[in-house]
């Protein structure tokens, strides 16, 4: 698992081949199979394949314009009302084990955030409201990001652990 883990990167160019219906099941599989705070299992994903959606889909944020390219982008929503505290923290971890399945698979991935700050001046309200529309997602789910999925154009280029000096023992 740390090889796929320290093989995960961030892939924004992919080829045209499709991801085969096995591997996304795989994929999905590993998502849901994420922890989450007392067994609520908050989330929903929705699949999106549909060439003009995932064209849209690109336009909704700034850094998402190679989800038109990718074959597969994967949209993680949650239930906050079931879980109002932890649904964020629960929607990250299937998110997270869905990208590290996608590299044990050789496939790529990236996470586009959507959800942003809950005040009038932050841009995630807006994101939200837009992916909303597009895909028809109830107005009480809220969308947590984006994942692009698909064969890589080219070598993905991992980056290294981040430096040890974060993990503190015992205390700071």
Sequence with gaps: MLDAIGRRCSVR???NEP???EDLAQILEAALSAPTANNVRPWHIVVVTDADRRARLSQVHQWASFCAQSPVVLVFCADASRQPHWWIEDSCAALENAMI???ELGLGTCWIGIRGGEGREAPGPERE???RELLGIPERIRV??????GHP???PRPKPPGP???IHRESW
């Design 153 to 155: 154009s080219g070598e």
């Design 13 to 15: 160019s992919y080829t």
């Design 164 to 166: 040890m000096d974060a």
């Design 144 to 149: 947590l990001g984006l994942v692009s999925l």
């Design 129 to 131: 409201r837009l992916v």
């Design 19 to 21: 991801v085969s219906e």
């Design 101 to 103: 399945q996608a590299t």
